[in-house]
């Protein structure tokens, strides 16, 4: 069964930084356009980053422009989102994706068939 495991969540310093990871087993992320996606309580889930199956196509939502940054590694079969420069208002689940596409239409969660069960993201001074 196709499976996506984030890893890296915690508490951090406005101003700080923290990796996410997620590991993808049962299929290869390289043949898969993937997300990360974060849910704060009582909102909806928003598109953070995402790229395309080739990694020529990366799209980060407006929000954490010039402050996240989304990669992968195939040989490891992970995912990753690097961020920097956190603020309290980056607080959130974040969940990785993925769609059996070479390309995404949007980054938005609507578009992502499969799901990881999300880790939590704490910015606070």
């Known amino acids: 069964q196709l499976q996506l495991v984030e890893s890296g969540g915690g508490s951090v310093q406005p101003g700080g930084s923290l990796r996410l990871s997620c590991a993808a087993s049962?299929?290869?992320?390289?043949?898969?356009?993937i997300g990360w996606f974060r849910q704060a309580p009582g909102k909806e889930r928003e598109g953070v980053a995402c790229?395309?199956?080739?990694?020529?196509?990366?799209d980060y939502g407006d929000s954490v422009k010039g402050r996240f940054a989304i990669s992968r590694d195939n040989a490891k079969n992970t995912v990753y989102l690097q961020m920097n420069s956190l603020k309290p208002e980056d607080t959130a689940v974040y969940y990785c994706?993925?769609?059996?596409?070479?390309?995404?239409?949007?980054?938005?969660?609507?578009?992502?068939?499969?799901w990881g069960q999300g880790t939590q993201v704490t910015v606070s001074s």
């Open positions: 049962q299929f290869s992320v390289e043949y898969y356009a």
């Open positions: 994706a993925a769609v059996p596409t070479l390309l995404f239409r949007v980054c938005a969660a609507a578009g992502f068939d499969y």
């Open positions: 790229m395309s199956s080739s990694g020529g196509r990366i």
